[in-house]
């Protein structure tokens, strides 16, 4: 039988030899598993290519979808995005 160890423990236990590399699994195998980032973009996808959108060739929604991403994070620099009615608008708070 083979002893099971986690790549977190095993990276901290053997990884000492390579710290660049040991640094980047430890940044790697932190982060959270989640589809949320997919969902969202699948979500504006069918915003953008709707019923009423549906002859946009995928090249085009693709690049509509990435101007809609950006514009969304270059307004989180904006102070209305912090205060007033629109208050984190792409948050749904």
């Known amino acids: 039988m083979r002893f099971h160890e986690e790549p977190i423990s095993w ?6 030899s390579t710290p660049l ?5 430890f940044k790697l195998l932190m982060q959270s598993a989640s589809s949320s980032c997919c ?11 709707n019923i009423k959108r549906n002859k946009l060739t995928p090249s085009r929604a693709d690049d509509l979808v990435f101007v ?4 969304r994070l ?3 620099n904006e102070n209305d995005y ?12």
């Open 11 to 16: 990276w901290a236990n053997h990884g000492a």
């Open 21 to 25: 590399l040991q640094s980047l699994a």
């Open 39 to 49: 969902e969202r973009n699948w979500s504006t996808y069918s915003f953008i290519q």
């Open 68 to 71: 809609h991403y950006n514009l």
């Open 74 to 76: 270059l307004s989180r």
């Open 82 to 93: 912090k205060e007033g009615e629109t208050k984190y608008w792409d948050l749904g708070m």
